[in-house]
């Protein structure tokens, strides 16, 4: 017994003293005995922080758990604000509304993601309300879920402010949608669309329906072909052949399901090729896609469409649960800020290439809410052309424009893209064109022949998608520029300032695309990797599972999204309603 004791206490101490233990076990032998020698070497304490800035971040999303993930300076002071206490896994949110994936599976509670950091990172659960850019200053109010009823408000400043608080769905203002459609940007949203689907079989198999109320109840629509609704419609579909008919042998014929998208596609923003499959398949499996068909009232339970390829006929479905997965809207308190600092005509917060917000110091925005605007060549072809030309010649030789060149695509992306879209080698290839069959090396432009050879560049210029991906890459890149503070404000690492002297702090933010998946039902999924490699099949959906398994943000969801899929392999699907 004392034997255990020292050990239970040896472990203990162990455990909370981790980061302090510097020798922990010598093992030896000693007359045929064990002998047992443990040290512990105190680390030397980190100097004491006193002047640490306050940054405050609003939300707990991809954008912002990212940031707080990759964020190591214990220099800065963090409060984080959201009216959730927890990250939530959004990409496996189709998969919780059918029951492959428990909710539980795909949440991790925010305080486990940073309570082991060495920065000092405090949570309010509660929701902003007002942004106060002038004097530094967030107006927030306790959760309306909390026991306060959400009469408590408090203000907290800030040194640095981190908007990252997502977006709302866009209902484009058409009537009857708040009110009878359900949505599929939450938790709580999955759940409650996996209560109704439940609900609708329910009082289908109630003996008093008649037969055309049944097939109402039982005809589900899906607005919006893009990758949430194709991949729930194709989810529910497995749902209902895999496990509900067996369950509801007596209706399984009456089920329909209806994928409604005002565009002439689904997927467009995939390849043509996983488009065409994904529509082909569909149709094989029973699910009625309707292109050019644009959603302009829904009721209680009829839903009225316009139909773009037959003049704008307006035709009637009725439906028994309609969910609306089309467009990103802006939150009410965004619009009131962005007001205050005056874009009030944009849709979302415009932030340069360091996703600072245009119009404000120390205000940075990520993720949904935000939209880079990026800057044009054409803009500063002026100072280009003057920073490039030391010696004032008023002409620019192939090896001057050369010098500036890596921070010019730096500086701006869409350069690259052009040369590389004209399979053109480098500018001097692109400035040959400019000149005609002039030799390279004696080549030498005007400021006029400069504007001719870049004037089709800024045509190569895109918005970012609203996707996980783009938010996370944006919270890793905006923690490593805090990280670096101090050592870039003496040493700045980023392009050439045209327009100024000196260089830029960090290096503009770039998004590097690594691939998007749209799973299909039946064990299949498409896949768009980098290098325009297109994989469409049983394969791509284990590189799917691979994936979104390795991407979960901690061991806990990670196991537990792997035992849910592997118990629905060998148990089904849960169809109770809970």
């Known amino acids: 017994m004392p034997t255990f004791t020292f050990f239970n206490r040896l472990s203990r101490a162990f455990r909370d003293n981790q980061s302090r233990i510097k020798l922990v076990l010598l093992c030896t032998t000693v007359s045929g005995g064990g002998l047992l020698a443990y040290g512990e070497v105190a680390a030397p304490e980190a100097a004491v922080v006193t002047d640490k800035k306050k940054v405050v971040v609003l939300g707990t999303g991809w954008a912002a758990t990212s940031f707080l993930k990759n964020l190591n300076d214990p220099k800065y002071d963090v409060q984080v604000v959201s009216p959730r206490n927890y990250f939530a896994f959004t990409p496996l949110l189709p998969s919780v509304t059918c029951g492959t ?29 007002k942004i106060d850019a002038q004097n530094r200053k967030v ?21 640095y402010l981190i908007i990252a608080v997502g977006a709302n769905v866009n209902t484009f203002n058409t009537p009857g949608v708040v009110e009878n459609c359900h949505f599929l940007k939450e938790v709580e949203d999955a759940q409650k669309i996996r209560r109704t689907v439940i609900d609708c079989f329910e009082r289908a198999n109630l003996p008093d329906v008649s037969e055309e109320e049944r097939k109402r109840i039982l005809h589900f629509a899906i607005v919006g072909g893009g990758p949430t609704g194709v991949e729930f419609a194709a989810s529910l579909h497995d749902f209902v052949n895999e496990d509900l008919v067996r369950l509801y042998p007596g209706i399984k014929d009456l089920v329909k399901i209806t994928l409604l998208e005002a565009g002439d596609h689904i997927l467009g923003m995939f390849d043509k090729r996983i488009t065409a499959f994904a529509e082909d398949k569909f149709q094989r499996d029973g699910i009625d896609v309707k292109t050019g068909s644009m959603v302009v009232k829904v009721s209680e339970k009829e839903i009225s469409t316009k139909e773009l390829k037959n003049g704008g006929e307006i035709t009637t479905i009725p439906y028994g649960m309609a969910v609306w997965s089309t467009g990103i809207g802006t939150r009410p308190f965004i619009k009131d800020f962005m007001t205050q600092i005056g874009q009030a005509s944009r849709r979302a917060l415009a932030t340069d290439e360091w996703l600072r917000v245009e119009g404000c110091n120390n205000v940075y925005a990520l993720g949904d809410c935000a939209t880079i605007n990026q800057r044009k060549v054409m803009e500063d072809i002026a100072a280009i052309f003057k920073k490039a030309d030391k010696h004032n010649s008023g002409t620019l030789t192939v090896k001057e424009f050369q010098e500036v060149m890596e921070d010019i695509c730096e500086r701006y992306p869409q350069v690259e893209l052009y040369l590389k879209n004209k399979q053109l080698r480098n500018i001097a290839d692109l400035l040959k064109e ?53 050592e870039c404000e003496k040493n700045p690492e980023g392009p050439l300032r045209f327009r100024g002297e000196g260089r830029h702090r960090f290096k503009p933010f770039r998004y590097k695309h690594l691939g998007q998946f749209a799973p299909l039902g039946g064990e299949q999924t498409a896949a768009q990797l980098p290098g325009d490699w297109v994989s469409i099949g049983h394969s791509s959906q284990w590189l799917w599972y691979s994936v979104y398994a390795s991407k979960q943000v901690s061991w806990r969801t990670r196991a537990l999204v792997v035992s849910d899929w592997t118990r629905r392999f060998i148990f089904g699907r849960d169809s109770s309603r809970i």
């Open 139 to 159: 107006y927030c109010r306790s959760s309306v879920n909390n026991n306060l009823n959400g009469e408590e408000e408090f203000v907290v400043d800030y040194d």
């Open 434 to 486: 400019a000149k005609g069959n002039d030799k390279k090396e004696s080549m030498e432009l005007n400021i006029d022949e400069l504007k001719t050879a870049l004037s089709k560049v800024d045509s190569q210029m895109k918005f970012l998608p609203a996707t996980a991906q783009v938010a996370s890459q944006q919270g890793s890149y905006l923690a490593k520029c805090f990280n670096r503070m101090e």
């Open 101 to 129: 994936v428990e909710a539980r599976s795909i949440v991790e509670p925010v305080r486990n993601i940073f309570k082991k950091k060495r920065v000092d990172v405090q949570f309010s659960e509660a929701e902003c309300f």
